[in-house]
């Protein structure tokens, strides 16, 4: 039995059964979708998520539980971003492999999807992706191969879409080369529902497990292929070995069925719901409440919105109510509810009250799988109805829902005090309530940067595909990569939250290892509350010869303080996070040479910085007449010679310059074999071979 996931265990049962999952499914706990189980910046807590899961799958006969979704966030439109983590691909490595390490310690199987390269819903089920080999590594396959190499899932599922022009279904390159021969995946690779085109290539490629089912007829494909010489009989054996693998590996762990704690799954349920809560912005001290008249604005308090729509929507045990949340915490004070539809009512209730709480967020119908958004506005209704209250009630605070990454500069603008939500789960409602009223203290950090406008993101221009194909033009320069690396202003950064105390950091060191650099950082609780602070470690290489962002996510970690406290933190940078992917070599390589490592709460609130040397591992490439000068004087070795070479009687004349210029520089990206006939016939080819081959054994 496979089902879906991932923040819930959507198993139907009896006439409800399809295989669209469109029917309804039986009560399970509604965890915080990825959107917001992303924003708690902890594994520790995503993988108890996941044994959660793990137990709720066994209690109800699943084997495998579909997820985690890992791809991307190329783009905010993506009407799937609310399932998968971050635009960053180490934080969302680490949160999934902690969710399949969680669902597999239970002896239920995970599905790592959607393998790769599927950032759209668009034209899902045709359109390629066509991205260069070294963004393809770096960003939309290192996800992935994280979660492969520390987590072992037990499968992995293919996407819809093409890769290169290639169905990711057919892939070779993708099933085969890569995952199982580079990173060593022993699973079983399902198909995404529906994504098999031709079932013949995709088992020769190193698909083994093809959903739904056909009814047999791609069964009877394979076998007149194989009878007709043009499938190999063992590709077919290699698979049926592996979904029978599969089958023993589930049936070993299963034992009786037994029921789940709903109580205890909720609570934990409301712990990540609380801890994923983003503080954006906190004017004046607003939050947390103090016991006042309430007015609360908002038809999400009352209906929240909590999960996503299409397969990964899941009936929930019970939902906390916002509304009914903060009356309980309110206590004996009065709390006044406008729907919001009626903007002058609206806003004679926030006049009248103390404090406005307005709910704004996005609508289940403005996201799903299987289409994405146009823009990423709040609805015009809402911005009005925010300027009407916050005309009469300055002491506004905006809770915000949604899945997918919305416009917040009139928010902002407005607003004194915005608490972002995301999706939360079932227990939302609850674990708003708390971070309001300062039960909890907030400690979500955005996992994806919120742009001043649409226009701002990095793949604007090549979303969604055209023609049958999307162009990754922008490289890897995906997300924060893209905003800091050109300073391009923001809404609110990415790792960017707020807290109810204040967290200093001093002390930093840093000390490269042979697997990369130790970092140790004091952090000081110089607040007067407890509270958890996320800090943030970032790489950087200043004149790298290779195109790179400022900086990148190295590695992070959680503390949690009691005011006054202090304590030192450890970050452990791989060295991996270091490389980048060499085209030429094939290979990850790290470039030798001072790297930035900076600590701070966002990638723009960097509180310290210090640089570390690391010592390279590229490959030395020989030297041809195809080098350019420029590359030959930027080598110590060769640059010597070459030198030696230009000053002794200008063999290839470049000693004096008529033209007001700096020849040597002009030269710089020419080919040294072009320059034998600049020699005046002075140095000959045998000659020019003779000097690169002396070069090239005194450098190896």
């Known amino acids: 039995m496979l089902t879906d996931g991932p923040h819930g265990v959507r198993r139907q049962s009896g006439s409800a059964t399809d295989h669209l999952g469109i029917s309804g499914s039986e009560p399970v706990t509604c965890f915080p979708p990825a959107v917001g189980l992303s924003q708690t910046w902890d594994p520790a807590l995503v993988e108890r998520i996941g044994q959660a899961l793990g137990d709720e799958s066994r209690a109800l006969g699943v084997h495998v539980l579909l997820g985690p979704g890992v791809n991307i966030k190329r783009d905010p439109r993506c009407g799937r971003n609310f399932e998968y983590y971050s635009e960053d691909p180490l934080l969302s490595g680490m949160l999934g492999a902690a969710w399949v390490r969680g669902v597999q310690s239970r002896g ?104 739904p089912t056909t009814g047999g007829s791609s069964d009877a494909e394979v076998v007149r292929a194989v009878r007709a010489g043009e499938l190999d009989a063992a590709a077919v054996a290699r698979a049926a070995a592996r979904v029978a693998d599969l089958t023993r590996r589930v049936t070993q762990t299963l034992t009786t069925a037994t029921s789940f704690d709903i109580d205890a799954h909720h609570e934990l349920a409301r712990e990540a719901a609380t801890r994923a809560i983003v503080l954006l912005k906190n004017d004046g001290d607003l939050l947390p409440l103090a016991p006042s008249t309430l007015a609360v604005i908002g038809g999400f308090a009352r209906e929240p919105r909590y999960q996503g729509g299409g397969s990964s929507h899941v009936n929930p045990t019970r939902v906390d109510i916002p509304l009914d949340e903060i009356r309980r915490l309110a206590g004996d004070h009065p709390v006044s509810y406008s729907p919001g539809t009626d903007v002058a009512a609206a806003a004679a209730a926030a006049e009248s009250a103390e404090t406005a709480i307005v709910f704004l967020g996005l609508t289940a119908e403005a996201e799903s799988e299987g289409y994405d958004r146009e823009h990423i506005d709040l609805p015009a209704e809402q911005l009005d109805l925010l300027r009407a209250v916050v005309e009469v009630q300055p002491r506004t605070v905006v809770v915000l829902a949604h899945g997918g990454v919305v416009r917040l500069d009139a928010v902002a603008d407005l607003a004194p005090a915005i608490v972002d939500g995301a999706l939360l789960g079932q227990a939302g409602g609850g674990a708003l309530a708390d971070v309001l009223f300062g039960v909890a203290n907030p400690s979500g950090r955005l996992a994806e940067t919120v742009p001043l406008r649409l226009q701002d993101s990095p793949a604007y221009l090549n979303f969604p595909s055209e023609s049958g194909h999307t162009v990754y033009g922008e490289r890897m320069f995906v997300g924060y990569r893209w905003y800091d690396t050109r300073e391009l202003p923001v809404a609110f950064p990415f790792g960017h939250g707020l807290s109810y105390t204040r967290f200093t950091y001093s002390d930093l060191e840093l000390e490269a290892t042979g697997d990369g650099v130790a970092v140790r950082v004091t952090v000081t609780n110089s607040g007067d509350r407890p509270g958890r602070d996320v800090v943030q470690a970032y790489a950087g290489l200043p004149g790298s010869r290779v195109g790179r962002p400022v900086r990148w996510l190295a590695g992070f970690a959680s503390v949690t303080l009691e005011p006054g406290r202090r304590q030192t933190v450890e970050i452990t940078i791989d060295r991996t996070d270091l490389a980048y992917w060499s085209t030429d070599a094939a290979r990850w390589v790290v470039e030798p040479g001072g790297y930035e490592v900076s600590v701070g709460a966002s990638s723009r609130d960097i509180r310290l910085t210090a640089t570390v040397t690391v010592a390279g591992d590229e490959p030395t490439r020989p030297f041809t007449r195809e080098s350019t000068l420029g590359e030959l004087l ?67």
Not at 119 to 132: G, K, L, P, T
Not at 671 to 677: N, Q
Request: glycine share 8%; charged share 20%.
């Open 108 to 211: 239920v199987g995970a599905s790592l999807k959607h393998f790769a390269a599927n950032n759209a819903e668009h034209d899902r089920m045709r359109a390629s992706s066509d991205v260069d080999g070294r963004t393809l590594r770096e960003i939309y396959l290192r996800t992935f191969e994280i979660v492969v190499r520390q987590a072992r899932p037990w499968t992995v599922m293919c996407s819809y879409n093409r890769v290169n022009g290639v169905y990711a279904s057919e892939n070779t390159w993708l099933l085969t080369t890569v995952l199982r021969d580079e990173w060593g995946f022993d699973g079983v690779v399902v198909s995404d529902w529906g994504a098999v085109s031709d079932r013949v290539a995709a088992v020769a490629a190193g698909l083994d497990l093809e959903m």
């Open 634 to 700: 930027a080598d110590p070795t060769a640059a010597q010679t070459i030198l030696t070479v230009l000053g002794s009687a200008s063999p290839f004349g470049v000693a004096d310059s008529g033209l007001g210029s700096d020849l040597l520089r002009m030269l710089e990206s020419v080919p040294i074999g072009r320059m034998v006939g600049f020699s005046a016939g002075k140095v000959t080819r045998e000659q020019l071979d003779e000097l690169l081959a002396g070069i090239n054994a005194h450098r190896s």
